[in-house]
């Protein structure tokens, strides 16, 4: 093992090269919950020697390969001198470092790096053992470069980015070790590690990939199953506040729709809600309540073949040409092309943005004194002599409203927004990390919402409780074990005070998954 290694002994190991990886393997790697290793069976190291080696027999007999003695893009008529071969790829890393925008943070750039090793380790790529090895101590070391998140149209891949990740492979521009941002090469030297001298094709192989939109899709896929969740706790401590029907949620009413993500909604909710229910006010509550299942079930279903498809991104081999060494065959295609996670992160926007508007109508409903059967205007703690100069979540609705209007903005899809880039020859392109970035923003956003309804629910539900008109609303231990946790963050709103820090820290708890165990036991 590489001087300078610190793996705690209680983390878990993800194997890379021994199975199909899944995208809980890559969120632990991201988020330091356990570390990437190489797998050391002797086929699979003698795999992926057996593509470098045919590789290199190939070009000493003179065999053309694309990209590694032509040019690229637009530029594959062109040939490269054999003297020029070896500088070829270094070319290429250095003159896609043009990428702009804010850096990917820590966790989306481990997520990067976990994608890109695995799909070079499915032994396609020509690569020599030596990169993955040097990729992999990336990982271990937690030596991360700094990826811009703008300049890919996601075919060729991910190539200005992952530019970056080549580059420090290599010893050039910077990283983030230790917590601050230091040159490639002399971190690479601290460590005992010798900048990697790039093969034939190795350049291209490390960026002509879909790494990038991946990695985030991984992340995208995992916040959304979480709020999901979410959505389904609140909805009940919605409906516990405003007094609605638990029978909207009955698994009997639900078995004559057999979806399965709306079952799994409304059967959480129902299971949420006590059976002994208080006085219903309405026979058929508003559909943000009423439809909530429906609403939140989509986004369950829609995650179902989206994880198929973000996990075979993620176990395939997706740069070009591809290199098989055991029929001893160079087969250029097109498998940078990241349409399936473009289409994968354009839907799951819009199904969160759903998620973001079922919650911003549910929080009107609660605020609004017209509608929530009791309740004091805008869930408004006061007393009743300084009522008037209180204003409880007013404002808080308000921004939810705000956030909410941007997140159904950004479901644009971005994969229909195609360019023709590189003299055409990229002429239709599938705006992959585009999408998940705005995946991303959309799912932020739609955090923040869920931060507001968060605390507008347990204030409303404890409004409930103290109403002399009504028996204390009966609460489920899991939901009042839910809000207890919610009030350590966050007291009772009984006088206006600035909310900003409480809404970050629920927002941070959320996008931490502090609930994305809700219902795994149920």
């Given at each position: ?39 050391e069976a ?56 043009c ?33 993955l090895e ?9 030596v ?27 010893g ?46 991984c ?95 993620l ?7 591809l ?27 819009t ?27 805008n ?42 880039t ?75 005070r ?23 036991n149920?």
């Amino acid at each position: 093992m590489d001087a300078g290694i610190s793996c705690k002994p209680t983390l878990q190991t993800v194997t890379i090269g021994e199975r199909r990886l899944r995208i809980e393997d890559v969120l632990n790697v991201a988020r330091g919950n356990a570390f990437a290793l190489l797998s050391e069976a002797p086929e699979f190291m003698r795999r992926i020697k057996r593509g470098a080696d045919y590789l290199e027999r190939l070009l000493a007999n003179n065999g053309i390969v694309y990209g590694v003695n032509t040019g690229y893009g637009d530029s594959c008529t062109t040939s490269i001198p054999p003297h020029l071969v070896a500088e070829l790829p270094l070319h290429l890393t250095r003159f896609h470092g043009c990428g702009l925008g804010e850096y990917l943070d820590d966790e989306a750039t481990l997520a990067v790096l976990v994608c890109r090793l695995n799909s070079l380790a499915q032994g396609y790529s020509g690569v020599r053992w030596e990169l993955l090895e040097q990729l992999a101590a990336l990982l271990r070391h937690r030596v991360l470069p700094f990826i811009p998140t703008e300049g890919s149209v996601g075919a060729s891949g991910d190539l200005t980015p992952l530019s970056y990740v080549a580059a420090a492979l290599i010893g050039e521009r910077d990283v983030r070790f230790a917590g601050q941002r230091r040159g490639a090469y002399e971190v690479l030297g601290e460590l005992g590690l010798v900048p990697l001298k790039l093969a034939p094709k190795e350049g291209l192989a490390i960026m002509n990939g879909t790494a990038v939109m991946t990695g985030l899709a991984c992340l995208a896929w995992k916040r959304a199953d979480n709020l999901t969740r979410l959505c389904c706790r609140l909805t009940a401590l919605a409906s516990v506040a405003l007094q609605g029907n638990r029978g909207h949620f009955d698994p009997r009413l639900f078995a004559s729709k057999p979806h399965v993500g709306q079952n799994e909604a409304a059967a959480w909710i129902f299971d949420d809600l006590h059976s002994d229910e208080t006085e219903v006010i309405r026979l058929q509550d508003r559909y943000s309540i009423r439809c909530a299942p429906h609403v939140i079930g989509v986004a369950r279903d829609a995650l179902t073949w989206m994880r198929r498809d973000i996990e075979n991104e993620l176990n395939s081999a997706n740069d070009n040409p591809l290199i098989d060494g055991d029929e001893e065959l160079v087969l250029h295609g097109g498998h940078f092309y990241g349409g399936h996670i473009a289409f994968a992160m354009d839907a799951l926007k819009t199904a969160v943005a759903n998620l973001a508007d079922l919650m911003d109508r549910q929080l009107a409903l609660l605020v609004d004194s017209k509608y929530n059967h009791g309740l004091p205007q805008n869930l408004s703690g006061s007393s009743p002599e300084r009522a008037p100069i209180n204003h409880g979540f007013k404002a808080v609705q308000i921004g939810s409203s705000a956030w909410t209007a941007e997140a159904l903005k950004l479901t644009m899809p971005a994969s229909v927004f195609s360019r023709s880039t590189e003299c055409h020859n990229q002429d239709k392109v599938s705006m992959g990390t585009i999408a998940a970035r705005d995946c991303l923003r959309v799912l932020e956003l739609t955090e923040q919402v869920a931060a507001a309804m968060t605390l507008a629910c347990v204030q409303g539900v404890k409004l409930r409780q103290t109403l002399d008109t009504i028996k204390s609303a009966a609460l489920m231990p899991q939901v009042e074990a839910f809000m207890q946790d919610v009030a350590e963050h966050s007291a009772f709103l009984d006088e206006d005070r600035p909310l900003e820090s409480e809404l970050r820290c629920m927002t941070g708890l959320i996008r931490k998954g502090r609930w994305e165990e809700l219902y795994t036991n149920a």
